[in-house]
């Protein structure tokens, strides 16, 4: 089982940055795809970018592709979350996951562990 921890997230307005870091427990966080999700009030929660365990593969959706940029540093056992460009509708408490496996999912039923979230809230 993996442990994840997520920080940065906090109060931006819109048209700003932030960057979300998940740290995991794991040793051989390097054998685990990395999934980021996020739940709105009221919504399901849904997918917002994964990234292969080798960094290789990344995959958004499409109402974040081309303002966040999911990365990793397997030597540092963290994935990250870049969102930029921020907009009142990002607002949401954001997950990260993780799969074991190669590839990541736009499924969270794919997800093994999760962490605990952190707050975004994108004020306009």
């Known amino acids: 089982q993996v442990q994840l921890v997520e920080s940065g997230g906090g109060l931006v307005q819109a048209g700003g940055s932030l960057r979300l870091s998940c740290a995991a427990s794991?040793?051989?966080?390097?054998?685990?795809?990395m999934g980021w999700f996020r739940q709105a009030p009221g919504k399901e929660r849904e997918f917002v970018a994964s990234?292969?365990?080798?960094?290789?593969?990344?995959d958004y959706s499409d109402s974040v592709k081309g303002r966040f940029t999911i990365s990793r540093d397997n030597a540092e056992n963290t994935v990250y979350l870049q969102m930029n460009s921020l907009k009142p509708e990002d607002t949401a408490v954001y997950y990260c996951?993780?799969?074991?496996?190669?590839?990541?999912?736009?499924?969270?039923?794919?997800?093994?562990?999760w962490g605990q979230g952190t707050k975004v809230t994108v004020s306009s």
């Open positions: 794991e040793r051989t966080f390097s054998r685990y795809a």
């Open positions: 990234i292969s365990r080798s960094a290789g593969s990344t």
């Open positions: 996951a993780a799969r074991a496996g190669s590839l990541g999912s736009r499924q969270p039923t794919m997800y093994d562990d």
